[in-house]
Nanobody
């Protein structure tokens, strides 16, 4: 398993931006698909975005497409989630996760596909 630590969450007004970071402790990180999920109060955890081990392929949920961008720097063992045009409905705890396989379809992702999780970082978007 890979140890993951998220950072960059906070409080922002609607229309604003945040960049989340996910830092890993081991070099095996560079061979992993990295995903972001989020969980709003009273709701199930949902898939947000994922990036392949090389960074050459990405996919994202329809709800964030065009607003969120996922990228990685394997030299720094870090994945980023750039979130622009934030909406109040983006308010959630965001989790970074590592898995083996990359799927091109966002609907294919499920929590069970990932075996390492970070502790989460809170993102709050005020209206």
């Amino acid at each position: 398993q890979v140890q993951l630590v998220e950072s960059g969450g906070g409080l922002v007004q609607a229309g604003g931006s945040l960049r989340l970071s996910c830092a890993a402790s081991t070099r095996t990180f560079s061979s992993k698909t990295i995903g972001w999920f989020r969980q709003a109060p009273g709701k199930e955890r949902e898939f947000v975005a994922a990036i392949s081990w090389s960074g050459g392929s990405t996919t994202s949920a329809d709800s964030v497409k065009g607003r969120f961008t996922i990228a990685r720097d394997n030299a720094k063992n870090t994945v980023y989630l750039q979130m622009n045009s934030l909406k109040p409905e983006d308010t959630a705890v965001y989790y970074c996760t590592a898995g083996t396989y990359f799927y091109y379809s966002a609907s294919s992702y499920h929590e069970a596909h990932f075996d390492s999780w970070g502790q989460g970082t809170q993102v709050t978007v005020s209206s």
